[in-house]
C-alpha cells in the first residue's frame, strides 16, 4: 500500500498502481466508441441505388472472369432490359481470335494453354471439306503426328515463316 506524501498530515489523495491502470483503461474504453463514432459520421453510409448494386456485380465478375481466364484479353459487359419488364446481365471473357491468313505459324489454343503450330490447309475428300492440319516444330523440322485444329483455336497469325 502506498504512504500518504502530503505535508500536513491529512488524509492523502494518493491510490495504488493497480487504482490507476483501472481508471486510465475504463476511460479509454468509455472514449473509444465516441471516437469510432465520430470517424464514420464524416464518411457518409448511402445506400447504393440498383444500378451501382448492379454495375458493382458486373465489375466484381468481371474481375473473377479475368482470373480464371487469365488467357482472355477482353472481359466485356452488358445490361439489356426489356419493355416487359425483364432485364438480362451478359458477362463474356472472350479469347482472341483470327481466321485462316494462309500458311504459316500460329498461336493455337489447346487445352487452356497457347501452343505455336505450323498450319497448313488441306482439302479432305471424305469430309467433302477443307481442314486445317498443325504440326509443331523443333530443330528447325516439322514433327508429325499432325493436329487437326479447328479455325476457331486460332489466336493469331506470327510474322515471318511462310513457305
Not at 504512504?3 to 488524509?11: A, E, I, L, S
Not at 494462309?102 to 471424305?126: M, P, T
Request: hydrophobic share 40%.
Amino acid at each position: 500500500m502506498q504512504t500518504d506524501h502530503k505535508t500536513n498530515g491529512g488524509p492523502g489523495a494518493s491510490f495504488t498502481r493497480r487504482n490507476f491502470f483501472q481508471i486510465a483503461a475504463a476511460s479509454t474504453a468509455a472514449a473509444l466508441p465516441a471516437v469510432a463514432e465520430a470517424a464514420t459520421a464524416e464518411i457518409p453510409q448511402l445506400p447504393l441505388t440498383d444500378e451501382q448494386q448492379l454495375e458493382t456485380c458486373i465489375e466484381q465478375l468481371k474481375a473473377i472472369l479475368k482470373r480464371m481466364y487469365p488467357l482472355a484479353e477482353d472481359v466485356t459487359s452488358g445490361h439489356i432490359a426489356s419493355r416487359r419488364g425483364s432485364g438480362t446481365v451478359v458477362v463474356c471473357a472472350a479469347t482472341p481470335s483470327c481466321w485462316w491468313q494462309g500458311q504459316g505459324f500460329y498461336e493455337v489454343f489447346e487445352a487452356g494453354a497457347v501452343r505455336v503450330y505450323w498450319i497448313d490447309r488441306q482439302y479432305s475428300k471424305a469430309e467433302s471439306r477443307w481442314q486445317l492440319w498443325g504440326a509443331i516444330e523443333r530443330d528447325g523440322r516439322l514433327v508429325a503426328p499432325r493436329t487437326l485444329i479447328d479455325e476457331g483455336d486460332l489466336r493469331r497469325k506470327l510474322p515471318g515463316g511462310v513457305a
